[in-house]
């Protein structure tokens, strides 16, 4: 079975621009979740989505946003790009359920780079 | 707020050798405790957690961690430690004080076991 899959896999952007990632989760997972994970840090949460609906949002700026389509791929779009906006963006996926023991399985993520 | 830490940033083994990889957890309520291992320009891998039950929990590729409540630790162990197990682990902890159900990570320790 296809893993979570992400796209692109890197991505230069210059300080100023958009950028949207792309993200499709393991197939039978409704919830998708988006973390950020800066070098020799790890991961922070950015986002979670279940049923196209929101149901959690990190300490991040309004510059990140995200969604989810009906077939429950997701889209992260960041606005204004910063350097510091630099980082390994992962994408994870679960079943939904709800339960607190509900895994998530993290695709490879896209690597972004902000000049 | 729930918090991970990871006291060591590095551990160094021998292989063949067990090993052990320490990750404490501060959080309200009951802990639902995560370990991943990311492997270099790679995602993370989900190798086990704990949700309930037993306090020895076995996970994927011979790992398998101890829970202990009193002490709020969830180290990582394995008995015979393989060179291709170097790589970086991440202890996370399920959020609890929100309706959300994000992880939140410690900062990662370094295995490098030596052939």
């Known amino acids: 079975d296809a893993g979570v899959t992400q796209s692109p896999t890197h991505l230069i952007k210059t300080r100023g621009q958009h950028v949207t990632l792309r993200c499709s989760p393991i197939s039978g997972h409704k919830s998708v979740s988006w973390y950020q994970q800066v070098l020799g840090q790890g991961p922070q949460f950015i986002f979670q989505?279940?049923?196209?609906?929101?149901?959690g949002r990190g300490n991040f700026p309004d510059r990140f946003s995200a969604r989810q389509f009906p077939n429950y791929s997701s889209e992260l779009n960041v606005n204004a790009l910063l350097l510091g906006d630099s980082a390994l963006y992962l994408c994870a996926s679960s079943l939904g359920t709800g339960m607190m023991g509900d895994t998530q399985y993290f695709g490879p993520g896209t690597r972004l780079t902000v000049l | 707020a729930q918090s991970v830490a990871q006291p060591e940033d590095q551990v160094n083994v021998a292989e063949g050798n067990p090993l052990t990889v320490k990750c404490t957890y501060s959080v309200s309520g009951n802990p639902y405790l995560f370990w991943y291992v990311q492997y270099p320009n790679r995602g993370l891998q989900f190798l086990l957690k704990y949700i309930t039950g037993d306090n020895l929990v076995k996970g994927s590729y011979g790992f398998e961690a101890e829970f202990n409540k009193s002490q709020t630790s969830f180290h990582l162990k394995k008995p015979s430690a393989l060179v291709s197990d170097s790589a970086l682990y991440f202890c996370a902890v399920r959020d609890t004080d929100t309706g959300r159900r994000a992880l939140t990570f410690g900062s990662g320790t370094r295995l490098q076991v030596q052939p």
């Open positions: 989505y279940y049923e196209k609906e929101e149901r």
